[in-house]
């Protein structure tokens, strides 16, 4: 029996990612985008004749939606399309899409021809992926399927803006697979494109995997990869796959081209689709819609409005404010948390200082929040408020380790951690002759210590700051104590 390994073939990925862009109104209506703000969100009443596939209505374009995917195709340095960009219809029956058709790009997509630069974690380094094309669609309704052989329609998700990205086969693990997933996530989040939150919906993720031996240049035969729930079900699916892949070679069978499931629970793809059962979409121009030519003068002004993106955020923290390159990655693969760090600098704290903090103490704090998606942005303290408790500890005036009471303590509260300090009494004694008086209790009260510590146990000296700390509540200024008591001691 042959056996083949992993290591004579190589992993070929391409992604292909659905994120909802962030606009107030449906695609081609004006029905909302989102639930009203009072929190009632019944099914079905964001709809109108448009978005219901009713005979007779007419389209019109959303120019925001377009603004977005040409911002997208900028941030992605894409070829923004100027020239005469067709919607098109993408024929199929299914409940979930009224028209029989979603209008969608295809020919020519709005953006294509683009890349984007990944820093993978644990590969130690960055890679560069080719972005194929980004394109505009619409959304579906979303099908509930009820249980007893029938299913529900909700229409509210119909018509509503879609971008469609897809990147050329140029990843070569499930690792750089999820870190792709990531850094885009982060981006389109940068760029307000979209609040692409997987648990939310608003970013779904598709992975497209084959594997060939080493050396090989034609690829494998590709198997896509589908209902992914998180950026970890990416990583697991395609590691899954790439191994269900090379055990099947090895086995000296052929594989084929088909559509694959992820059943997180089971830890496995089941198939959904072959390749013969693949839709014929029957492409065509839509004839209710005009040709879209983006002007030059459009496209520059949306290049003037490209906010800082991640990877300039991550060269300008190691070049300009000195962070390492780990701080800066750490802080930059949140586009939220980075956000944070940039205001606590704003308000005065030293870059580094701030760093430490940020991604010390407080993304501790968001990370026990992590299941309720939690992000720094919606974190009740503030950026000033962060600053205002390093301010405390810099200036002597709270002890670190109360410090970071005050900060759990504030982090949901929202509260001044001033006002806390203050109100529990937790300010640092710095005062030399409180710090003695209380030396002097520990030292009388472990005599027998004290002995064994001018005895030769050195050890022990950790243990009577431990004390002194104990009896003020972790407030003394704990250089203080060092300080009195080896006088104290010597
Ligand atoms: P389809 O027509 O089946 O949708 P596409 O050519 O549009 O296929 O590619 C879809 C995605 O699959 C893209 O991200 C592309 O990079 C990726 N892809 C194409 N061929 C392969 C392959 N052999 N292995 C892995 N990924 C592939
Ligand atoms: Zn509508
Ligand atoms: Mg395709």
Redesign the pocket.
Known sequence: MVVSTRTEYET?????VHAQLRTESKMFCSCPTTPPPDGTDEPNTRVCPVCLGMPGTLPVINRRAVELVMLTGLALNCHVETDAVRFERKNYFYPDLPKGYQISQYALPLASNGRLVVPVPGEDGEVTI?I?RAHLEEDTARMQHAGRGYSVVDFNRAGVPLMEI??????RSPAQARAYGESLRELLRAIGASHADMDGGSMRI?????V?PVGQAA??????VKNLNSFRSLERALEYEVDRHVEALGRGETLV?ETRGWDEEAGRTIVQRS?EE?NDYRYFPEPDLPPLRPSEAWVAELRAQLPELPVQRRARYVEELGLSAYDAGVLTSDHALATYYDQVVAAGIEPKRAANWVTGEFSRLLNRHASEGLRADAVALRPDGLAELIGEVDGGRVSQTNAKAVLAATFESGESPRAVIEREGMGQVSDTGAIRAEIDAVLAEHAPQVEQYRGGNAKLFGFFVGQVMKRTAGRADAKLVNEELRRRLE
């Open positions: 070929v990925i391409g992604i292909e080719g194929t897809v990147t050329e086969p140029d990843l598709e992975g497209n995997v084959s060939r690829f494998g035969t590709k198997v896509e081209q390749k693949a």
